[in-house]
């Protein structure tokens, strides 16, 4: 499939250097501060885990007396392996320090070199399991068979980590490639990651290592068992999105929800906090070989579809070029969007088909991620049934590479397995039947598909010019995405952030990227 858009490659170039232009500042501000959610991630890359009696992790009371006693602009890892004593693992220094009887400093001359040397050393061995678990993945894959494109991705959510294995399992069975588990409702908002197994959520499942943990476990039985490598999600977002995506590195999660900006619109999470938390998190996950899954389907629940369908595409390219300055490569980089023109508009067919077209030929190389329809289901079963249909259509006939599957259930009741069943047969009733369509499909250069395409990429490279000019920063202020409006200086989570000074260090950044100015 090239071009069948006819997209000007001068177009297409112009618009990722507008891209590149606007996201420059954005990341420089990324490398100029850290958060208390990174700082965490560096303990837990380290090893530390567990919680005191209150359900308080220990690294988050670890990172919070380092802030107290000599604050967090020179990092964590300086006066914590300063203050480790001999033999003294991070848990009890935690501990200790949690019942006042550790005095942090911060070290100089030979003996902030020891520290460096310590803490480099022990964070070395978190990113060894990180490469280690990444290279079974690449075992597996190579042993089992091979999933075709697009893969079937179905949500397992029921709140208790042991009803979901089951139902996973099952899901599974019945076809689908990859299950996501989505999150608690609000645990975005938690600034940190409970521990342990759980048992009790709403509308979703609590993300933590031990759940991460028992589901990779279980679908491994179940790949095994298939012949077929299932892939596992959950999500890198929130006020602890360092921490999230170091724990998928660590117990080998295959996909993980991670955008730059939704945290920001749709949590009302400080803007600094989040670009500074991305950057980190996707820099684990271009090491641990996780595709990334980015947000941009929301803004077409908010925003109108058809007039907001340039900010899809401008968030895409925003968010391809942060990902590959974080180290991302073009596979895993799975970019989102949606099935959401409201099915009475004359033509939305057409159009929808245009919109997705267009994410294909942006990004050949790209996972895309392909979201069902949502904004317009009514509860009649039967058209949600229906415009289900025409969505994974539309996914083959464009290349998508990922269909979340459609429920006609959606916006009624949390999906029964049966309903999840039908839809699983929706899709690869589609995606059997259409398997060869794509081949086929040639919209005329005149024709609505490419006309429209053409124009939704004219009007993301103006917009991409204005943002260029004024900021991003100042465009999301101004409500440019999803009409959310949401100030640098505002939001959840900005008594995190942190401005590093000179004597700033941390060794997961050091290895992950190399030594990088504050």
Known sequence: MTNLLHLPADDVTRARALAAEAGAPVV???RAHSTSSVERAVLRLAGICGADVDGTPWVNRLVDEVAAQVGLESGVALPVWNALEQSEDLVTLAQRAAAGRVDFALPTGPAREVAMANATRAVSLGLERIDSQRRHRELLVASLATPKRPWIYLIVATGNINEDIPQAQAAAREGADVIAVIRSTGQSLLDYVPEGATTEGYAGTYATQENFKLMRAALDETSAE?????????YASGLCMPEMATLAGLERLDMMLNDSMYGILFRDINPIRTFVDQRFSRQIHARAGIIINTGEDNYL??????????????????????????????????????????????????LELAHA????????DAPLKWMPPTKHMTGDIFRGYLLDGFFNLAGML??????LVGMMTEAVVTPWLSDRDLALQNVQYVRNAAAG???????SRTGLIAVRGRHVLAEAIGLLDRIADTGLLNAIADGTFGLMHRPANKGKGLA?????DPYYFNPASL???????A
């Open 226 to 234: 298939l012949g077929r490598y299932i892939r596992l999600t959950n």
């Open 437 to 443: 369509l794509r081949d086929d499909f040639h919209p």
């Open 511 to 517: 290895l992950l990227e190399g030594p990088v100015s």
């Open 301 to 350: 629940t908010t925003a109108d579809p058809i007039e907001a369908a340039h900010t899809v595409t401008v968030s895409q390219l925003l968010n391809e070029f942060f990902a590959h300055e974080a180290g991302l490569a073009d596979w895993q980089i799975g970019l989102g969007h949606a099935f959401e023109i409201n099915p009475d508009t004359p033509n939305s067919f057409q």
């Open 357 to 364: 077209l267009l994410a294909r030929e942006l990004f050949p």
């Open 496 to 500: 995190g952030v942190i401005t590093k």
């Open 28 to 30: 420089a501000i990324a």
């Open 398 to 403: 464009t290349g998508q590479d990922i269909l």
